[in-house]
């Protein structure tokens, strides 16, 4: 790289050499102020207030445009150019509002640091109010207030040079210019991408985030791409959606890899908070992020992630874990390749936990847990199945440096005055359990599960999958406010389930020690209190349920007692520290035993942190991170599309060509943080010169 | 997009300009041509001219501050230094030599509220002679309603409240009754009254008394 000499207030300073004389400035730590320049864009020298002046030319000239050349010799801070620049900067203030108070970019705004930094104020010239900034409306995604607007035209270029995406245009009505979207089109109808790199590049208060569509508990930078923020793991969910579109779903799998243990099981049945929080979910459907990682997965023909993989050599320690589950088996595989030894004890003749024993096979084929179960096996670890651990005790002498305890929540929660054993009253998971071991016993005509949540349509689903005549839900939210997935209860109504809204059991008949019919009634509302559920019937809604067989989906909890050996907390879950570490020192506990049935994912999350602590508790860093997908830089160009916001979700990926059309719907909000940021004048970069004063 | 200097025919103002001209009427007329004309890239184009303009307009509306005429100097100073296109550069040149060379005429309408040849907007009040009209009702008909008062036969008289000065056109009246004024008032009948009753000495609550100065 060639170097430049130049001279600058004084000092020489050394520049590469094809730098704009504002580029070697900034570099040097000398702060020209500048406000359409911006490190990412093609400089236009709009906005006057990089003015310097230079030896040799008659008059000031924009630095962000001219390069420099051996021997410049440029002032930045004369009397002319500063008075140059106020002047610029009171005429932009001219047509901008003063309520920067109530403006959501305060004190993060670039033209009110330039304000201070130049010394003006909304001032001495006539105001102006713009026409036309009121033709240029918000949408679901981006809020705009054109009256912001100082007409630095980063995002056009933004949108034009950076992205190609050729949404956004200075238009032209009555004699005054605006920012808007080509031919003055609507957000639908443009060829807008969603990249927010207008956001990002905007200097002001006119084009922002519209709020509440990003967390705000999470930094900034992680909450803007709320797929990979929502997903428990984190897995960088964008770029295998890239990769994938590109055909390359080897690497895409790396890049799941690197997070997830069982992903083909759950490109089946991932409760996909990533497409719950999917950007594009406010303008249509969201991206269909697990259809497109079940492609991935089922079409990598390379496995190219097992090249990468990292095994460390045996460390001499010893692991035992109880609940060969999602949990206790990713918390397996991460220690297994960090050199422990590992012991996994399973309760059932084979491990997976709810993946082999809760999700019925018409959503997850066994196969399929089974070979991703096999890769974590393979790291090498030792399987005792059919081996139930009740008590600490069992384990004492196996000389474990650590234990984890991950048997889930494997036992089902009724209320409390339906305890009491009937032979046809079956809980929820234990027949998941019957119908995956296919042993589920004769259930009768009529087959009623009480609970509204997606293990309940699991049991319904079953039901009606084994010609069971009449199936009927009944459920105390109302519809709209179940926690089934919508998509569970379409299914379940096409297959002529019937689901009772807001209705609750008030009591059971028996007759023979068995049940035989329900009373039930209409509820206005209901609450959990501490042991016992409160609801408000309406009088005279009773109604008799004739049943053959009742099935409670109301809750899963661990099926965990004082005598196993660690403290509890509400008799059931175990009493862990902010490292998963019991009462018992050295004892860990990970997964749904802690909390109740969540999910298969999150499982997975837990099982990762719990491999981590357990790895610094035993002396190591606790690094079970693995590159197995090296990134290049990511594109900053994707084009256009014209209408891209009327793309419709594929409902079925057959082929690489609809997984192409579906990832191709991808906003890309990843994209948005490569962008440099802008420069102020307070940066600490700026503190010093870095040259030789002359 | 570029801004199209050769759109301007204003800019050779030493032939453009007539002797019933007002020149900062036709300073402004430039700045509006400028500023409907810039493609809105340059600071200088896009807000120094709307500025200038609005500046200006103040002024020939009688809205003129104290200080606008070194504030005027001063932005076309920095405009005709810093703008990237020729048309505001020149525009600006002009501005400031028409400024230079009838510097007594802008200080007459900043400080004075005073048009010399009657052009400017604020500066002039529209009035129907009395002597001249003649009750045609030619100009009430193409005038916008109820600015002008009267009927065949009566005088007219021109309905100084919500008056748009611009809406009424002098030529409309075959005998040239419509005149303006300055402010020197003339005396005026309040309402219409039958042609050729009007007596200037008796009639008429206008005392014909000039306008007050504003202090300025």
Not at chain 2, 45 to 55: A, L, N, S, V
Not at chain 2, 190 to 205: E, R
Request: proline share 4%.
């Amino acid at each position: 790289m060639k170097k430049v000499k130049l001279r600058m207030d004084g000092y020489i300073i050394e520049a590469k050499e094809g730098d704009t004389i504002l580029e070697a400035a900034l570099k040097a730590g000398i702060y020209i102020p500048h406000l359409c320049h911006h490190p990412d864009l093609e400089p236009i020298g709009n906005c006057k207030l990089c003015t310097v002046e230079v030896e040799g030319e008659p008059i000031p000239i924009q630095s962000c445009e001219k390069t420099i050349k051996d021997g410049m010799v440029i002032k930045t801070q004369t009397e002319a150019v500063k008075k140059l620049r106020q002047t610029a900067l009171e005429l932009m203030l001219a047509s901008h509002p003063q309520d920067c108070t109530s403006c959501n970019k305060y004190l993060n705004c670039e033209l009110q640091a330039l304000m201070q930094y130049l010394g003006v104020t909304h001032s001495r010239l006539r105001h102006i109010e713009k026409k036309n900034t009121s033709l240029v409306k918000s949408d679901v995604l981006i809020k705009r207030e054109m009256q912001r607007c100082i007409h630095c035209y980063r995002c056009i270029r933004a949108c034009n040079e950076l992205r190609g995406a050729k949404a956004l245009s200075i238009n032209k009505k009555n004699g005054e210019v605006y920012v808007g979207f080509l031919n003055d089109s609507s957000l639908m109808e443009s060829s807008c991408r969603g990249c927010s790199a207008c956001v990002e590049v905007c200097p002001t208060g006119a084009i922002q985030d519209v709020e509440g569509i990003f967390s705000i508990q999470t930094p900034r930078q992680i909450s803007l791409v709320p797929c990979k923020n929502q997903c428990p793991t984190q897995t960088d969910i964008p770029l295998y959606i890239r990769l994938a579109q590109e055909g390359r779903y080897s690497d895409a799998v790396s890049v799941i890899r690197e997070k997830l243990t069982f992903p083909h099981s759950l490109g089946y049945i991932c409760n996909h908070q990533c497409e719950t929080n999917c950007k594009r979910s406010y303008i249509n459907d969201s991206i269909a992020i697990r259809d497109i990682k079940r492609f991935t997965v089922e079409n990598d023909l390379e496995e190219k992630w097992r090249e990468k993989t990292v095994q460390r050599e045996k460390n001499g320690k010893k692991i035992g874990i109880i609940g060969g589950g999602p949990t206790g088996m990713t918390a397996a595989y991460y220690l297994a390749k960090l050199g422990y030894e590992l012991e996994v004890y399973e309760r059932m003749p084979n491990p997976g936990g709810m993946l082999s024993y809760g999700i019925p096979k018409y959503r997850l084929p066994q196969k399929i847990v089974n070979k991703e179960l096999e890769i974590i096996i393979e790291t090498g670890m030792k399987l005792f199945n059919n081996t139930a651990i009740t008590s600490l005790d069992q384990l004492k002498g196996k000389g474990y440096d650590a234990i984890l305890l991950a048997i889930g929540a494997s036992k089902g929660r009724r209320p409390v005055e339906y305890n009491k054993i009937w032979p046809n009253a079956i809980d929820a998971v234990d027949f998941c359990r019957m119908s995956c071991e296919e042993n589920l016993p004769e259930l009768g005509e009529n087959v009623t599960i009480y609970g509204g949540g997606n293990v309940a349509f699991d049991c319904a689903r079953i039901a009606k999958k084994l010609g069971v005549k009449n199936v009927r839900i009944i459920c105390m939210e109302a519809r709209s406010q179940m926690l089934a997935d919508t998509y569970e209860i379409t299914e379940a109504l096409k297959e002529n389930i019937e689901i009772l809204n807001q209705m609750a059991i008030v009591h059971v008949n028996e007759s023979e020690g068995k049940l035989d019919s329900l009373k039930v009634t209409a509820i206005k509302n209901f609450k959990f209190t501490a042991n016992e559920l409160e609801f408000e019937a309406i009088n005279g809604t009773e109604d008799a349920l004739d049943t053959n067989t009742l099935v409670f989906a109301t809750g899963q909890q661990p099926d965990l007692t004082e005598t196993f050996g660690i403290e509890l907390i509400k008799s059931v879950f175990p009493k862990v520290d902010e490292n998963l570490q019991t009462s018992i020192k050295g004892v860990f506990a990970a997964g749904d035993v802690l909390h109740g049935t969540k999910s298969v994912v999150q499982a997975i999350a837990s099982g990762r942190k719990a491999a981590t602590c357990i790895d610094k508790y035993l002396g190591g860093h606790g690094n079970i991170e693995e590159v197995l997908f090296k990134r290049d830089p990511n594109p900053s160009y994707i084009g256009s599309i014209q209408g891209f916001f009327q793309l419709e979700r594929i409902s079925e990926l057959k082929n690489s060509e609809d997984l192409c059309e579906e990832a191709k719907r991808c906003l890309q909000c990843d994209l948005r943080l490569d962008i440099q940021k802008a420069k102020y004048w307070v940066d600490p970069q700026f503190k010093t010169i870095r040259g030789v004063k002359r | 997009m570029t801004c199209k200097f050769e759109k301007i025919p204003l800019l050779n103002w030493k032939n453009n300009l007539s002797s019933h001209d007002c020149i900062i009427d036709y300073s402004m007329n430039l700045m509006d041509i400028a500023r409907k004309e810039s493609n809105g890239e340059c600071v200088f184009c896009r807000e120094g001219t709307k500025q200038i303009y609005e500046i200006i307009k103040d002024i020939t509306e009688g809205n003129a501050l104290r200080d606008d005429m070194d504030l005027l100097l001063d932005i076309l100073k920095q405009i005709q230094l810093g703008t990237s296109c020729n048309m505001t550069k020149n525009v600006a040149l002009t501005c400031l030599e028409l400024i230079e060379a009838y510097e007594e005429e802008w200080e007459l309408h900043i400080r004075r509220k005073r048009c010399s040849n009657l052009v400017c907007n604020g500066m002039y009040t529209l009035y129907i002679d009395p002597e001249v009209c003649n009750g045609c009702s030619h100009c009430l008909r193409s005038a916008p309603k109820e600015m002008i008062m009267g009927e065949p036969g009566m005088i007219h008289v021109i309905n100084q409240n919500n008056l748009d000065k611009l809406s009424i056109d002098l030529a409309i009246c075959p005998l040239n009754a419509i005149k303006k004024a300055g402010p020197i008032k003339p005396k005026l009948p309040a309402k219409p009254i039958p042609v050729g009753s009007f007596d200037q000495k008796a009639t008429g609550n206008n005392e014909g008394s000039r306008r007050k100065r504003r202090r300025s």
